[in-house]
């Protein structure tokens, strides 16, 4: 199962927006209702940000969302702060029954 | 408070083995699936293996295939993976997860995780 694609990294100013694209195949991302994206600050467990494209956990910030178009799926971030600094990192249920993540991608606020 | 502990992490040789294990607490161990996801130094996630909240069906990642194994034990909270033929590849930190709802969806608590060095 090859890793989904992500952009190595992304930058933005605070309180501009950024977006984050992770794109599979029919098989993962097209294919299923189930991508997830974590937020991982250096040397801590990842943080769920996003659950099943669009969906917020609780206590997260309304300045995450998701959203999936055919095999791609992406992560806006709006109002950047200077703590959304971290890598992310997007996730697929697959039709082989297992997990794949993206390669991560990691934010700059400049 | 959901609480997720590993534990078993360390320095094994090449070819060795080692088990790792995951102390569940704050909700209803059985109900959840639960994973181990691992993270190479400077990499990024890499999904390992799953398994179902009664524990009957299990899944992993090719790479681990036929060397690693996991288990649970729902009488006493634990998720355990049992890991042999280590190779240098299999370096990294270690977490385990719980699954938010279903199997394999997303997972809405890690733990801390626990380091384990393949090196000779």
């Known amino acids: 199962q090859s890793a989904l694609t992500q952009p190595a990294s992304v930058s933005g100013s605070p309180g501009q927006s950024i977006t984050i694209s992770c794109t599979g195949t029919?098989?993962?991302?097209?294919?299923?209702?189930?991508v997830s994206w974590y937020r991982q600050h250096p040397g801590k467990a990842p943080k769920l940000m996003i659950y099943e494209v669009s969906n917020r956990p609780s206590g997260v910030s309304n300045r995450f969302s998701g959203s999936k178009s055919d095999n791609t799926a992406s992560l806006t971030i709006s109002g950047l702060q200077a703590e959304d600094e971290a890598d992310y990192y997007c996730?697929?249920?697959?039709?082989?029954?297992?997990?794949?993540f993206g390669g991560g991608t990691k934010l700059t606020v400049l | 408070e959901v609480q997720l502990l590993e534990s078993g992490g360390g320095l094994v040789q090449p070819g060795g083995s080692l088990r790792l294990s995951c102390a569940a607490s704050g909700f209803t161990f059985r109900s959840y699936a639960m994973s181990w996801v691992r993270q190479a130094p400077g990499k990024g996630l890499e999904w390992v293996s799953g398994i179902r909240g009664s524990g009957g069906s299990t899944y992993y990642a090719d790479s681990v295939k036929g060397r690693f194994s996991i288990s649970r034990d729902n009488s006493k909270s634990t998720l355990d993976l049992q890991m042999n033929s280590l190779r240098a590849e299999d370096t990294a930190v270690y977490y385990c997860a719980k699954d938010r709802l279903g199997f394999l969806v997303s997972f809405d608590y890690w733990g801390q995780g626990t380091l384990v060095t393949v090196s000779s």
């Open positions: 996730s697929s249920h697959t039709s082989s029954s297992t997990l794949v």
């Open positions: 029919n098989s993962d991302v097209g294919g299923y209702n189930y």
